[in-house]
């Protein structure tokens, strides 16, 4: 256990000074932070509270991007050759990577929290268990993803590619770019087969609509069995050198990680549980806010008092 902490504590010191995982990881979840809340939200609280979970989402997958981007230049620079010869194994390797990952993701997350309380007013972030559970969950599965990637791909070039093909279609068809009510029905039927959209939608259930552990069980067995997948799959593909060619086998591999969101798009097609809420969230965000206004009178008993002098004149 000592080993895997000291392992850990290196991990996160190698990843700070990494400048991919760096921007990916905390630069790039800020800028899309403040594009959000001033620009789409036009910094009004609720709008804030309603792009805050594509923008948390943002974070969390932006994680797989630098974590597989990382780990293909410790390889590529032998970095991790050194690691082979201690007596650490690549379970303890991918293992350690995700708590790192982790660790450093979090505070990203409460910066991002407080920035939404303090410059924008919100003053509720929904059901906090929820999201932080959705966080936790989330940021491993992606972090998974990610170990998949680096072991797929040989050069940071092909990483890059590879991030950018897994990346686009994330972004663009799970609501974290464009909300999912205001997406075409052909997009959100492929949506549904998207992991980031099992994300998006579960974070934004859990801030903006304030729902409780339960309510976002899909979300979570959907994410939870695609990282327990996805980890095993990297463990099986994992390389230490970079003169150690991937298996034939191997892309096999890595696209039976899609399976789980196979099954759970056929099932959320038929059931449309997903898409139900993220409408009724779009159009609850449309409509005007009146919980600011004051009431007109705070006496119940003075609520049927006519509101003109000229209908409180006594009739002859």
Same mark, same amino acid.
């Given at each position: 256990?000592? !080993?895997?902490?000291?392992?850990?504590?290196?991990?996160?010191?190698?990843?700070?000074?990494?400048?991919?995982?760096?921007?990916? *990881? &905390?630069?790039?979840?800020?800028?899309? #932070?403040?594009?959000? @809340?001033?620009?789409?939200?036009?910094?009004? %609280?609720?709008?804030? /509270?309603?792009?805050?979970?594509?923008?948390?989402?943002?974070?969390?997958?932006?994680?797989?991007?630098?974590?597989?981007?990382?780990?293909?230049?410790?390889?590529?620079?032998?970095?991790?050759?050194? #690691?082979?010869?201690?007596?650490?194994?690549?379970?303890?390797? +991918?293992? @350690?990577?995700?708590?790192?990952?982790?660790?450093?993701?979090?505070?990203?997350?409460?910066?991002?929290?407080? #920035?939404?309380?303090?410059?924008?007013?919100? !003053?509720?972030?929904?059901?906090?268990?929820?999201?932080? &559970?959705?966080?936790?969950?989330?940021?491993?599965?992606?972090?998974?993803?990610?170990? &998949?990637?680096? @072991? &797929?791909? !040989?050069?940071?070039?092909?990483?890059?590619?590879?991030?950018?093909?897994? $990346?686009?279609?994330?972004?663009?068809?799970?609501?974290?770019?464009? %909300?999912?009510?205001?997406?075409?029905?052909?997009?959100?039927?492929?949506?549904?087969?998207? %992991?980031?959209?099992?994300?998006?939608?579960?974070?934004?259930?859990?801030?903006?609509? *304030?729902?409780?552990?339960?309510?976002?069980?899909?979300?979570?067995?959907?994410?939870?069995? $695609?990282?327990?997948?996805?980890?095993?799959?990297?463990?099986?593909?994992? /390389?230490?050198?970079?003169?150690?060619?991937?298996?034939? !086998?191997?892309?096999? $591999?890595?696209?039976?990680?899609? +399976?789980?969101?196979?099954?759970?798009?056929? $099932?959320?097609?038929?059931?449309?549980?997903?898409?139900?809420?993220?409408?009724?969230?779009?159009?609850?965000?449309?409509? %005007?806010?009146?919980?600011?206004?004051?009431?007109?009178?705070?006496?119940?008993?003075?609520?049927?008092?006519?509101?003109?002098?000229?209908?409180?004149?006594?009739?002859?």
């Amino acid at each position: 256990m000592r !080993n895997f902490a000291s392992l850990t504590r290196m991990r996160i010191q190698l990843a700070l000074r990494n400048k991919m995982f760096f921007f990916f *990881s &905390v630069v790039f979840p800020l800028i899309m #932070f403040f594009v959000f @809340s001033g620009i789409f939200a036009k910094s009004h %609280p609720r709008g804030v /509270r309603f792009f805050l979970g594509p923008v948390i989402a943002f974070n969390v997958m932006g994680s797989f991007w630098g974590l597989s981007a990382m780990l293909v230049t410790f390889r590529e620079q032998g970095i991790l050759r050194r #690691f082979h010869i201690t007596p650490v194994t690549s379970t303890d390797m +991918l293992a @350690s990577s995700i708590l790192a990952n982790y660790v450093l993701t979090l505070p990203t997350v409460f910066i991002e929290l407080f #920035f939404a309380r303090a410059i924008f007013h919100v !003053n509720t972030f929904g059901d906090p268990l929820s999201l932080f &559970v959705l966080v936790t969950v989330g940021t491993v599965s992606f972090a998974c993803l990610g170990l &998949v990637v680096a @072991s &797929v791909t !040989n050069t940071m070039q092909e990483t890059q590619v590879l991030n950018q093909l897994i $990346w686009l279609p994330l972004i663009f068809l799970s609501g974290a770019l464009f %909300p999912m009510g205001y997406l075409p029905k052909s997009a959100q039927n492929v949506s549904v087969f998207l %992991p980031a959209t099992y994300l998006v939608s579960g974070l934004q259930n859990a801030v903006f609509s *304030s729902f409780p552990v339960r309510r976002i069980l899909v979300q979570l067995i959907s994410l939870a069995v $695609w990282a327990i997948l996805s980890f095993f799959v990297a463990t099986q593909l994992f /390389r230490w050198e970079p003169e150690v060619k991937i298996p034939r !086998n191997a892309k096999l $591999w890595a696209a039976a990680t899609v +399976l789980p969101f196979l099954f759970f798009g056929i $099932w959320e097609s038929h059931n449309r549980q997903l898409l139900d809420q993220a409408q009724a969230a779009f159009r609850a965000v449309e409509e %005007p806010d009146n919980t600011s206004q004051p009431l007109k009178s705070a006496d119940p008993s003075k609520r049927n008092l006519p509101s003109s002098g000229k209908e409180s004149q006594p009739q002859p």
